[in-house]
């Protein structure tokens, strides 16, 4: 895969939300910095779990919230609106880790605003999928256009939606 760069979590992330996100994040069409949305997940990250080393950066390609305990690596989320996506995230840092021969490692994602954990674990099965994700990824950054539009009911709250609706 010839890209310009890694595929981080965060790629794999919207990749799963909406790969027209995913083609503008990749080519530096940024629209959160002034989403309320994101200002509030930013308030939320800095404000809770603040005993914990947060934000432990592993060659650019995953940002793993905070480490707590032997071996927990936990991403912090503020709803479960787009689970899925945030579960598929964390599988991404699992596999990276094995890439890098890290195996003894265990994730959590945690809702705060929910108070509710869910434990994620990475099967063969996701390793696969993983793979040909990646290869998605990797075909859809390269071209010159962004992915059709396709209306999910998180548009209207999509720090893009002015650039994709208006």
Request: hydrophobic fraction near 35%; charge should be positive; charged fraction near 35%.
């Amino acid at each position: 895969m010839n890209m310009k760069k890694e595929i981080t979590g965060v790629m794999v992330y919207y990749y799963k939300v909406c790969p027209r996100k995913l083609w503008y994040f990749y080519h530096h069409i940024q629209m959160e910095q002034n989403n309320e949305n994101v200002k509030i997940g930013k308030i939320l990250d800095e404000e809770t779990y603040r005993k914990d080393d947060k934000h432990i950066n592993i060659d650019n390609i995953i940002n793993i919230d905070f480490i707590r305990s032997q071996g927990v690596l936990h991403e912090i989320k503020k709803s479960k609106k787009i689970e899925e996506a945030g579960i598929l995230q964390v599988k991404y840092y699992l596999y990276y880790l094995q890439k890098k021969e890290v195996y003894d490692i265990k994730a959590k994602i945690d809702y705060p605003l929910l108070k509710k954990t869910v434990e994620v674990e990475l099967s063969e099965r996701d390793i696969s999928e993983l793979e040909e994700i990646l290869e998605n990824i990797g075909k859809i950054v390269k071209k010159d256009v962004p992915p059709e539009l396709q209306k999910k009911n998180i548009c209207k709250s999509c720090a893009y939606f002015d650039l994709c609706f208006i």
